[in-house]
């Protein structure tokens, strides 16, 4: 039998190495990864240059794959293989994208998702992704000097559920070991909140290069709580760019310019956008592969002119998300600009005149989103420190429901409810002897379905025959700490059950991932087992660490027999970490899980006694 | 795991009554969010993250319930054994019927004009009222008074609720 270990009453329990962890901030325009140095400062982790961000720009070129500041220069002379902007494209449909033939883009419609042809083929937004997330996953290596342990990667606020699983399944494919999504507004408040000690109620208000964001939180005692969250996830920095590329090619009078042209035009008027933060005026000189010379100069006035109504449409989100939270513009302690785009002075001055105070500049618009999202990767791997106290409590931006009689939407879940949340309803038959439910998950906030986003159809089939409206199905709604939803049936008198983690409409297949990951790896068999193994290695370290704290910890609550299975769990698991059989040490891994699964119940059960007592209430806030 | 078979008040140890202290109420959600939320346990096992989300999401409905005027009286009545909302009795008194009918009308009117003073004074006449079947709401249920009366009293409180809500819809169309 394994000697059980005591450690002294006082003695803290064993401590655990400090575990690599970043956040990734991946952006339409930009993205950046960033991690918690020794002494707990956050920091962005530049390039070898010393750049800390990474141009969202994937180039399949003929000598292989370019990621980031070297595909820059591809975006003009080989724009149908350069993807900028994928971000867009996450768990959309080739009829969700109104804007689509801005882009200069072979599109298929693929299954759930739209595709672009490339030299290297048909690509997924996910596979492009993750090429943007693999590289920075690699630079983080290259610099904490080793595999990386946890990840936490940010999404728009208003990401919906095939926005949301697009991103997770991209990390997947990146080989992130991700812990969380974190919603990136939240992650900012974090990295704000904590950065300045700040208490009360704070708007963050996040235009970004291709999605807008505005979240309502309440900061009480190192609580981040979102009060509301609303925004739009086709509005950003690259609309401001497209409004001066058109006032180009009226200004100057341009035929309509082939897509090695429009990408030229379209980056001077994103270099003029960026000039008019500071100045003035902005030259915008080109020539054009026609010949056509351009000599343009933008003006600030004009600039403000043609996004007038750019600016507006943020507003309509932001009117909404304080009615949701129940405040009036006056009501906020402070507001917190995020996003590249938040530099343009007609933003600062909208949001100034909207909440009646000027916006909180104080800190990086591009950084701190990583930056939070670092601290949150830190915290959740277990490194955070004693007085580092603190927990975000965020909400799902959109109402989810399913398809009832006449096409009409029944809400199952609210808008800006707290996550985590289960949530079920009871619905019934209405035929006579009718032995099988179709279920239509569906999320968004209008009445009729068709205006609503389909997530997933299931049914539910096997109900015994009975009269219209005498069965019982329950469905059950559970959105997860990243947002994302399962949803499972169940009819109450018989107990046939049907389930599923929603995702076939618009997300990927299992065995999509699959083939994506295989082809990732080249083929290469060998690189794919020491893969597993090493996963498998990380898993069984993670397990066994938790498993080690927790005996420490809360040990007194097994019994000498409970004890002795779990030891026994550990020690066989410790044998099969250090031979080559992954299979086996993952089926290791599953045997201690099963076996503390009554320990960790008792341990939450103690957690929360301990939480609610032996100290008064107004001591516990 | 959380005991299930608690109820909301005694999850968060307070008394099983109408009118809460609302600040003891934010304090113990969040010292149990603080223990039971996946991310207090992200770097443990898998059983101990499935207990957590149950137990968060628990945590959340519960704290959503009592704090929401109408949910917390329906909820009270359930502990007594009565359903508020039961469907095969949907009665409301005919004079409140009345009074919201006719508010409905001058909504309607004003929304038309695009009034917004007249929309205001009503969205804050609808909420006085509220309030004052809050704290009729509360004798009742906290002097464990017969149900008939209360049951009356949240089914009104939710119907002001409604017509709050989309008074508001209508401010914010008009502004």
């Known amino acids: ?621 | 795991m959380l005991d299930f078979a608690r109820n909301h008040f005694e999850l968060f140890g307070l008394p099983a009554r109408y009118a809460l202290d609302a600040q003891a109420l934010d304090a113990a959600y969040r010292a149990l969010q603080r223990t039971v939320h996946p991310d207090r346990h992200a770097a443990s096992d898998d059983a101990t993250r499935r207990l957590a989300l149950q137990a968060a999401a628990r945590v959340n409905e519960a704290y959503r319930t009592l704090g929401d005027p109408v949910e917390r009286a329906r909820y009270l009545l359930g502990l007594r054994g009565v359903d508020a909302f039961d469907e095969t009795d949907t009665s409301l008194d005919v004079g409140f019927l009345e009074r919201q009918l006719e508010r409905r009308e001058r909504a309607a009117e004003a929304t038309d004009a695009r009034d917004e003073a007249a929309l205001d004074a009503l969205l804050r006449e609808v909420r006085d009222d509220a309030k004052a079947i809050e704290s009729t709401l509360g004798e009742l249920l906290d002097a464990q008074a017969p149900t008939a009366a209360a049951r009356a009293r949240v089914r009104e409180l939710k119907f002001l609720d409604k017509l709050a809500g989309d008074l508001d819809e209508m401010l914010a169309k008009v502004t």
């Not at chain 1, 997330?133 to 983080?140: C, K, N, T, V």
């Not at chain 1, 001077?268 to 343009?296: C, F």
């Open chain 1, 1 to 621: 039998m394994a000697l059980l270990q005591i450690s002294e009453p006082d003695e803290a329990p064993p401590k655990r190495p400090r575990r690599r962890a970043i956040g990734i901030d991946l952006g339409t325009t930009n993205s950046l990864v960033a991690s918690v140095r020794d002494d707990g400062i956050a920091v962005v982790l530049p390039d070898d240059e010393g750049r800390p961000l990474v141009p969202s720009i994937v180039h399949y070129g003929e000598g292989g794959i370019e990621v980031g500041h070297d595909a820059v220069k591809a975006q003009i002379v080989d724009p149908h293989n350069t993807l900028v902007s994928v971000k867009r494209f996450m768990g959309r449909g080739l009829a969700d994208l109104s804007d689509a033939r801005r882009f200069p883009y072979r599109f298929v419609d693929g299954p759930g998702m739209v595709r672009v042809t490339t030299r290297a083929g048909d690509k997924s937004p996910v596979e492009v992704s993750a090429e943007i997330l693999r590289a920075l996953r690699l630079r983080a290596e290259a610099q904490l000097g080793g595999p990386v342990d946890a990840a936490v990667v940010t999404v728009p606020a208003y990401f919906d559920d095939a926005q949301r699983q697009a991103t997770k399944d991209a990390a997947k494919l990146a080989g992130l070991p991700l812990l969380r999504l974190l919603n990136e507004p939240t992650a900012a408040a974090v990295a704000y909140g904590l950065d300045h000690g700040v208490e009360g109620i704070y708007a963050v208000y996040d235009l970004g290069g291709g999605t807008f964001d505005i979240s309502v939180l309440k900061l009480t005692r190192g609580v981040f709580e979102v009060l509301a969250t609303h925004g739009d996830t086709a509005l950003g920095g690259d609309d401001f760019d497209h409004r001066v590329f058109c006032w180009i090619l009226e200004a100057a009078k341009v035929p309509p310019p082939s897509a090695e042209d429009s990408r030229l035009l379209l980056m001077r008027s994103r270099d003029a956008k960026e000039m008019l933060t500071g100045h003035e005026s902005a030259p915008i000189v080109a020539t054009l592969s026609t010949g056509q010379r351009i000599d343009l100069s933008l003006t600030a006035k004009v600039f403000c002119e043609i996004t007038h109504n750019l600016v507006e449409k943020t507003l309509a989100p932001v009117r909404r998300a304080l009615r949701d939270a129940g405040l009036k513009p006056g009501d906020l302690d402070g507001v917190v600009l995020v996003g590249g785009a938040t530099r343009m002075r007609e933003i600062r001055r909208a949001v100034a005149t909207y909440f009646g105070q000027a916006p909180l500049t104080n800190l990086d618009p591009d950084e701190v989103v990583a930056l939070g999202a670092a601290m949150q990767a830190n915290a959740l791997a277990g490194n955070r420190a004693k007085d580092e106290d603190w927990l975000l409590l965020d909400v799902i931006p959109l109402s989810l429901g399913v398809e009832t009689i006449g096409g009409l939407a029944e809400k199952i879940v609210p808008r800006n409810a707290t996550i985590p949340i289960t949530r079920a309803q009871e619905f019934t038959t209405w035929r006579d002897g009718q032995t099988a439910m179709a279920i239509h998950v569906v999320q968004g906030e209008r009445e009729r379905v068709d205006d609503c986003r389909s997530l997933a159809r299931f049914e539910l089939r096997g109900i015994p025959p009975m009269v219209a409206g005498a069965a019982r199905i329950r469905v059950t709604f559970q959105v997860d700490a990243d947002g994302l939803l399962s949803v499972s049936a169940r009819e109450q008198t018989t107990g046939v059950e049907a389930s599923i983690a929603v995702k076939p409409s618009y997300g990927l297949g299992d065995a999509e991932i699959a083939r994506m990951l295989r082809e990732s790896f080249d083929h290469a068999a060998d690189d794919m087992r020491s893969r597993a193994l090493a996963e498998a290695r990380v898993d069984a370290d993670h397990v066994a660490m938790a498993t080690d704290g927790a005996l420490a910890a809360d040990g007194d609550l097994l019994t000498q027999d409970e004890r002795a299975a779990i030891d026994a769990a550990l020690g066989r698991l410790r044998a099969l970490r250090e031979g080559n059989d992954a299979d086996a040490l993952r089926l290791a891994v599953d045997a201690l899980n099963r076996a503390t699964e009554a320990f960790a119940s008792r341990r939450m059960d103690r957690g929360v006694r301990q939480a609610l007592s032996g100290r008064a209430i107004d001591t516990l806030a």
